[in-house]
DNA sequence: GTTTCTGTTGTCAC
DNA sequence: CGTGACAACAGAAA
């Protein structure tokens, strides 16, 4: 599940359970998820503490620890959650860490195990962990994300996907926005006018926003992700049958009336003058 | 029943 | 810059 808009509502079920007191008990019940960190230490450092307020950098959410300068980083792989519930019941088969606060439990759900939770100190430590991220997607100006595309040469989903140019953007993020903006995802940055790069950026926001807002990425009526799955998908906005392929390893869907691999459609709901 | 493929995340070698 | 292998796991497809 989690791409930005995930992990943002991930941060928001955080941040409301940290205000709720101090940690009681931690229960690591598969280490598979921690990475440089043992159980007692990670157990050492959370309980008898409150949790800061957390951030997030594209697809990290990072917990500061009072008291000590340790933070939490968290990565949710593709599926991984956070779980909170005020009167813990049954414990998930992939709940892997437990973290009782006065209130309620919060649960790191993953059945994968991609990623996990790390424990880091200075900020040279978290990026170590984290690499050098680019700047987070969600709310990113026109100038900002000019900036960084500039220069690149590599097909544009791939470059969306790209941590270290902007961080964030997943898989279906990436195909949402080129779709809403009416590209093709392996048509290049440089070869796009002024008016098609704008479009990106604009699309993006949109997608983010209104996603981050509900917490996961929207798939309602209208929307590419919505179709993306069905065996025969037509696009939402033209009718013409979906097309996927792969692109950077990733399953990559578009409407190849929509994105033209040589430039914008000239017909559909924009008028064409 | 068993094997193979797939994937909202990443890294690494070539 | 692009591709493929890989990590761990479950569910679906073959």
């Known amino acids: 599940m989690p791409e930005l808009p995930d992990v943002e509502g991930f941060r928001r079920v955080l941040g409301r359970a940290a ?33 800061g307020s957390p951030s997030r950098h594209g697809k990290w959410l990072v917990v500061p620890i009072a008291g000590g300068g340790d933070r939490l980083a968290l990565h949710f792989g593709m599926s991984g959650s956070l779980e909170w519930s005020s009167r813990p019941g049954e414990v998930h088969p992939h709940d892997r860490v437990l ?3 006065d209130g309620g439990r919060l649960a790191f759900r993953d059945q994968r195990k991609l990623h996990g939770i790390w424990l880091v100190a200075g900020d040279e430590d978290l990026e170590r962990v984290t690499g050098r991220l680019g700047p987070d997607a969600l709310g990113l100006s026109d100038a900002a994300l000019r900036a960084r595309m500039e220069g690149r040469r590599a097909r544009l989903k791939s470059v969306l996907m790209d941590q270290r140019v902007i961080a964030g953007v997943g898989n279906l993020t990436a195909d949402e926005t080129l779709w809403r903006a009416r ?16 479009g990106i950026s604009r699309s993006l926001q949109e997608v983010l926003h209104a996603s981050a807002r509900r917490g996961h990425l929207l798939a309602e009526p209208g929307w590419l992700t919505r179709v993306r799955e069905q065996p025969d998908a037509r696009c939402p906005r033209c009718g013409a049958r979906l097309q996927t392929t792969r692109i950077g390893g990733r399953t990559t869907v578009w409407c190849p009336s929509c994105q033209r691999e040589d430039g914008p459609a000239r017909s559909g709901p924009r008028r064409t003058g």
Request: hydrophobic share 45%; glycine share 10%.
């Open 99 to 101: 973290v009782d606060v």
């Open 183 to 198: 590209v093709h995802p392996a048509r290049r940055w440089g070869e796009l006018d002024e008016r098609a790069q704008a």
């Open 19 to 51: 205000k709720k007191g101090v940690v009681s008990r931690v229960e690591v019940r598969d280490r598979g998820i921690l990475h440089g960190v043992s159980a007692a230490r990670l157990e050492q450092a959370l309980v008898g503490a409150r949790l």
